[in-house]
């Protein structure tokens, strides 16, 4: 049975979702949401508040992994500059507490949930809530989105399994 975090990372809004892969090897929701910070606070306050939220995160659900989208920026330099400060918060908390964190191009999670890399932001939703059995789509799209990361993550390791049973070789 394995616990991932999946990080959709952001400044102003750090999407989450936990989802767990049952012995029975179905994949189940865990939970959901996002972490948010004050747009007006300064850049060191709003990592604080990343890092501390990140830690409770990771103290009270002990996930076996941290999976994690890549950034992917044009030229908003000031943006991509903060991001890749969360980034860093989020797998410096992981590494403290001797959790991998692996990371995935935003294609890479499409591909792995819908079967193509230029799936539109409704066709993910809708996967993620297929998947998990859910009622309605998470909310707000950042959960959703680190829900869908948690997903990739899953699939990818059980793809590496069945290829290591069938070469023998490590995946």
């Known amino acids: 049975m394995s616990l991932v ?16 892969e049952r012995p029975d090897r179905s994949l189940g929701f865990v939970d959901c949401g ?12 709003r990592l604080q508040e990343v890092n501390s939220d990140i830690g409770a995160l990771l103290d009270e659900h002990r996930p076996e992994a941290v ?11 000031p943006t991509a500059f903060a ?11 992981a590494a403290g507490r001797g ?7 935003p294609a890479q ?6 079967g193509t890399g230029r799936a539109d932001k ?3 939703q809708q996967m993620v809530r297929l998947t998990l059995s859910l009622d309605a789509i998470p ?9 869908a990361v948690a997903l990739c993550h899953l699939y990818r390791q059980k793809f590496r399994t069945v290829v290591f049973q069938q070469t023998g070789d490590s995946a």
């Open 5 to 20: 975090l999946g990080i959709d990372p952001g400044i102003a809004r750090l999407g989450y979702g936990l989802v767990r």
């Open 34 to 45: 996002v972490i948010t910070t004050p747009a007006d606070w300064e850049l060191e306050d």
């Open 67 to 77: 999976a994690m989208e890549q950034l992917t920026f044009g030229s908003n330099s």
């Open 83 to 93: 991001v890749g400060c969360v980034c860093g918060v989020v797998m410096s908390n």
């Open 99 to 105: 959790i991998k964190v692996s990371l995935y191009a």
């Open 109 to 114: 999670v499409k591909q792995q949930l819908t």
């Open 122 to 124: 409704q066709q993910m």
């Open 139 to 147: 909310r707000p799209d950042d959960a959703a989105d680190g829900l």
